[in-house]
């Protein structure tokens, strides 16, 4: 059933939005999910929170972890700057074939390299597979239970620099205490929170900046 939905969110998206054009496919996906059938994206309203954050830290050298359908894949990759690139973690099989799609068709793939299988698998592997040294700006918005192991094998691996930015969605709803507990407390961090809502509801959510420190 849940393939059924998802091509369901393809077809809404091959109808609206225009080849190439990522705005487009942001705006077909909202529409979809805000008038058809609702789903976890991080959504327009959290998505512009996470815009301005993408836009003031213009990392070369994303990491993304939960692609999903991709909605946020093509919400920060169409930012990235020339030769800036995407790296998202995807552990389910479907959504990461509906992602390769949606990010096909706003014409983003050059900048993203979708990787299937679970992040804790992968972090470790950054350096010798892809020749990433450490990220600019990483995105958690995978299981809720991940945020703060991973967060810690990621600095155990090196892949955080002085001034690498973390923003986790959802740290109200669905919520993730223990991830909160340690950015907002960690000598390590400078932790600030953005108040939103839950996508396409008045449910309260909201994402957290972390700054590392080195
Ligand atoms: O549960 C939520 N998100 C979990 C997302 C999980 C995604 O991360 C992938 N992954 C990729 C790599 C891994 O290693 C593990 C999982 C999974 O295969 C899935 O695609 C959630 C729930 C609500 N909610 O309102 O209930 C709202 C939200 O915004 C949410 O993000
Ligand atoms: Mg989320």
């Known amino acids: 059933l849940a393939l059924l939905w998802h091509d369901r969110l393809l077809k809404a998206v091959r109808k609206r939005a225009t080849r190439g054009d990522p705005q487009s496919v942001i705006s077909a996906i909202d529409h979809f999910c805000r008038h058809n059938e609702w789903a976890m994206n991080v959504g327009d309203e959290k998505g512009s929170i996470l815009d301005s954050v993408v836009s003031e ?11 999903y359908c991709g909605y946020s894949t093509v919400r920060i990759a169409r930012l990235l700057p020339p030769g800036a690139r995407l ?18 068709w706003a014409g983003l ?3 993203i390299q979708l990787v299937e299988g679970a992040s804790e698998d992968w972090i470790p592997r950054m350096k010798e597979h892809f020749g990433i040294e450490t990220f600019d700006f990483v995105f958690l918005d995978h299981w ?12 155990d691996c090196g892949l955080l620099r002085k001034g690498t930015v973390l923003l986790a969605d959802n740290v109200i709803c669905p919520g993730v205490p223990d991830y ?16 939103s809502h839950l996508e396409y509801t008045k449910a309260e959510d909201g994402l957290e900046k972390s700054v590392f420190l080195g």
């Open 87 to 104: 790296i998202t973690l995807e552990f389910n099989v479907d959504y990461a074939a509906i992602a390769r799609q949606v990010i096909a």
């Open 180 to 195: 909160l507990e340690y950015v907002r407390n960690s000598l390590s961090y400078k932790s600030c929170y953005f108040k």
């Open 109 to 111: 793939e050059d900048k």
């Open 57 to 67: 830290v213009n990392p070369e050298k994303v990491l993304e972890l939960g692609t």
């Open 144 to 155: 809720k239970d991940r945020y703060l192991p991973d967060t810690k094998l990621m600095e």
